[in-house]
């Protein structure tokens, strides 16, 4: 669920075809960090599993950082609590993603949690002022009734891990509106590092606090959240080395794909992550999609693509219509 975007007046020049294979290669490598967080979401605490990922993750960016021309002096930044407030809600966004994500089938958590492309379109309208147009309100009903299926009321009882999805498809909305607004000035590895730290702080903490396992819970959720900490066995590293890795890798080949690439074309290749959730559902959990199940599926990933469809047809029309010097 965390992405890193790279401001576009830092991109050089780069055909659409490496854009959409960035976009393509880093939805298949961060669907490996969810395969990875849901088979370690039954042994180890959830901060466990962040700190660590965490520090693979830091890893990452300071070799990148240590490699690049600015070097680390992209640490430095004037906007701590654009951070600071960027840093919690993506912290949000990935403790619920990863709560409804250990108590979910992974192809129906990875479909709620693509209704965000739906709710940035409500909150650009309904926070930045921005026009929405009816076929576009009409696109977020239908995503709607989809999210409605997936939650399944059924017996008069909501999914509590489908909300925990939904929150998290929130903060994760909000966060990119954040940076939209901080890209001017920071780069990639500027908003990575102080993610990084943050979750290296927060779990920390938390494992300070709960890691004696004073707080577990005999339920599902509230195990993987409050369970003691235990040294990890052998068998589970690769999870551990894949979650951290595949955020590191996944996340700045998917912030490359929208560096050099206009967002609308590339934003519907995220959806790879569908198909691949549903495979590694199949084949590592052995749980296959459900009626209930593939109908929210079509109704969420079919709004979210004649969202992004109609963003591509509205941009060519503004770009058609405005003076050659005014865009």
Known sequence: MVQIHIPPSLSPPTP?????FFALGGG?????????????????????VILIRAFVGMAIVLVLMAASKRGFSQMRTARWREHLLRVGIVMVSNVTYFLGLAAMPLADAVATAFVSPLLITMMSALILGEYVGPRRWAAVAVGMVGVVIMVRPGAGVIQPAAILVLISAFCYASSNMMTRRMRETESAATLSFYVQLGFIVVSTSMGLWTGDGHLAQDDGVLAFLFRPWVFPHVRDLWAFL????????????????????????VAPFEYIGMPMAIFWGVVVFGTWPDHHAWAGIALICGAGLYT????????????????????
């Open 16 to 20: 659409p075809a490496a854009g959409i």
């Open 308 to 327: 992004l469809w109609r963003e591509t047809v509205r941009k060519k029309v503004v770009d058609v219509a405005a003076p050659s010097g005014d865009l």
């Open 28 to 48: 298949i490598i961060l669907s490996v960090n969810d395969l990875a967080i849901k088979f370690l979401s039954g042994s180890y605490a959830l901060h466990q």
């Open 242 to 265: 894949a979650t951290g890795a595949a955020v590191g890798v996944g996340g700045l080949m998917m912030s490359q794909a929208y560096r050099t690439t206009e967002a609308a074309l």
